[in-house]
């Protein structure tokens, strides 16, 4: 097993230059023992699919990786060469993915915009989707499985 430390801060000078009337400077550092990593490059279709169930169908990366047991943090970064956004929503696994570029797709969790990253919990229970605006779109991933 090997253990992983994501730190997570914020700075932000006080307003009028800052979001807030007063100064944060927030940091946060984890200890997550994991027990596999996979990481990939992916040019994203501008037609939804199946992000997460497709990477783990290629090999689990443990023989734990259960849905609700264990789980994983993952994290992804929209690396496109271009300005084109890439969207991630959530389904039950039998819905199958949809097309969540529109703003009012119900499935739709977020956008990250080029250079834009994200880091968060998942527990293998719904399946992630990925769609883009573009199909020259690029993200790269880190699944880190915990135990």
Do not use: W
């Not at 100064?23 to 550092?29: E, M, P």
Request: glycine content about 8%; overall charge negative.
């Amino acid at each position: 097993m090997a253990v992983i430390n994501p730190t997570l801060g914020i700075v932000s000078s006080a307003s009028p230059t800052g979001p807030l009337s007063v100064a944060l400077n927030l940091s946060v550092t984890k200890a997550i023992t994991v027990v596999g990593v996979k990481s990939e490059n992916l040019t994203v279709s501008d037609t939804a699919a199946n992000f997460l169930t497709d990477a783990l169908d290629q090999g689990a990366i443990t023989a734990g990786d259960t849905a609700g047991t264990n789980g994983c943090f993952l994290y992804v970064k929209n690396t496109s060469p271009a300005d084109h956004d890439v969207y991630f929503g959530a389904v039950a696994a039998a819905d199958g993915a949809s097309e969540i570029q529109g703003a009012g797709a119900a499935t739709r969790l977020g956008t990250l915009k080029q250079g834009e990253f994200m880091f968060m919990p998942y527990d293998y229970t719904m399946d992630l989707t990925i769609d883009a605006e573009n199909a020259a779109a690029t993200i790269e991933y880190f699944i880190f499985s915990r135990t």
